[in-house]
């Protein structure tokens, strides 16, 4: 909730998706622009991205992650983060690796999502994401910008 929030202060336009209609409302997502409810793969299917897309993957959920993935990484979107740890996205990577999908593409995904701002709440996690996304569209490494010469 707090990514979509902050992504909406940003200027972002946000979409969730969600398979679950308790969960996808507008009471637990007051900023988004569009809730779409269904199979998440099947939507993401319907949806475009650009070069200028960030995409986060939240569900946990190997049967949601992979499908959705498979729809996005040939797209090219700019940011495409999935949380988890690493050793989840190193399994995740590996899955598609296996069902043919090419390294190029695989080193899209950011496991886990987000920078090392030492995040614990969920507000700093959403964040480290957002800093992490609008870094890499830009080009830029996430260095601190005293460091910047």
Do not use: C, N, W
Request: aromatic content about 6%; proline content about 5%; overall charge negative.
């Amino acid at each position: 909730m707090p990514l979509v929030s902050l992504a909406h202060d940003l200027g972002l336009r946000t979409v969730v998706v969600d398979g679950r209609p308790r969960f996808a409302t507008h009471e637990r997502f007051p900023d988004v622009d569009e809730l779409l409810i269904g199979i998440p793969s099947e939507i993401a299917e319907t949806l475009s991205y650009t070069s200028s897309t960030f995409v986060v993957l939240t569900a946990h959920d190997y049967k949601y992650d992979l499908p959705v993935l498979k729809v996005v990484l040939p797209a090219r979107p700019a940011y495409v983060g999935l949380l988890g740890s690493r050793r989840r996205g190193q399994a995740i990577k590996e899955f598609l690796r296996d069902g043919g999908m090419a390294e190029g593409l695989l080193d899209q995904i950011h496991v886990p999502t987000g920078l090392d701002i030492g995040a614990d709440t969920a507000a700093e996690i959403a964040l480290s994401i957002l800093a992490e996304a609008v870094a890499i569209k830009s080009g830029r490494t996430s260095a601190s910008l005293k460091e910047r010469t």
